[in-house]
């Protein structure tokens, strides 16, 4: 079956200016998970939501960053006046239910901030 | 805090030789364990996981056991293949509740020559 896109799949976009970027889960996964990967910072956990609810925020760097997720399926990550150091991969992962469930990534959709 | 520490590469290997990667954890409460791998050019992926203490996890010729006493999940391979050659990340989850957000260690580099 098909397994978790994001797009776009690179974005390049000038400081300053908002960013969507998108995440279709694995059909039927409750569980979605944002991730950031840097060169700096390694892979950080973002958001996590069970169905259409986040109930873990805890890792948005700033309050730049949002996320939703509608009708229990695709999750945008919104990053609002960009700044160079949100340059990275931005990774979305699903599994069935959460807890130790195996999550499932994504190809990352890799933003530049210039 | 809840942290994973390993061994920074990169690692070079000569085609069969013996692959130890070292990860250890630091945690609160009873985490589930695992070992992630990035292949060039391609998505995370789940090589395999541990949920409880001398738990071992198998997958593709690649272990690890769970070893509470040392806080370790150390990743190894008898014989490596050109085809290993990928970033692998050591992982942990916080068993409880539904959540599951992974915690990553910073990743290694492993090439495996012919």
């Known amino acids: 079956g098909a397994g978790v896109s994001q797009s776009p799949s690179n974005k390049v976009t000038e400081k300053g200016k908002d960013v969507e970027l998108r995440c279709d889960p694995i059909s039927g996964h409750t569980a979605l998970y944002w991730y950031r990967q840097s060169l700096g910072q390694g892979l950080e956990f973002l958001i996590y939501?069970?169905?259409?609810?986040?109930?873990?925020k805890s890792g948005l760097p700033s309050d730049r960053f949002s996320a939703e997720r509608t009708g229990g399926s695709v999750s945008t990550l919104t990053i609002q006046r960009t700044q160079q150091e949100d340059s990275a991969v931005y990774l979305c992962?699903?599994?069935?239910?959460?807890?130790?469930?195996?999550?499932?990534f994504g190809p990352g959709t890799r933003l530049l901030v210039l | 805090g809840n942290s994973v520490t390993q061994m920074e590469g990169p690692v070079t290997l000569s085609e069969e030789a013996f692959l130890t990667i070292n990860c250890t954890y630091t945690?609160?409460?009873?985490?589930?364990l695992f070992w992630y791998v990035q292949y060039p050019g391609e998505g995370l992926q789940l090589l395999l996981k541990a949920t409880k203490a001398d738990d071992k996890g198998s997958n593709k010729g690649f272990e690890a056991t769970y070893r509470k006493e040392t806080t370790s999940f150390h990743l190894e391979k008898g014989s490596v293949q050109v085809s290993d050659s990928a970033v692998y990340f050591c992982?942990?989850?916080?068993?409880?509740?539904?959540?599951?957000?992974?915690?990553f260690g910073k990743g290694t580099k492993l090439s495996v020559k012919p």
């Open positions: 939501f069970q169905g259409n609810s986040a109930p873990d």
């Open positions: 945690a609160t409460g009873y985490p589930s």
């Open positions: 992962a699903s599994s069935l239910s959460g807890g130790v469930e195996t999550q499932y």
């Open positions: 992982a942990l989850t916080l068993y409880g509740g539904s959540q599951g957000n992974l915690i």
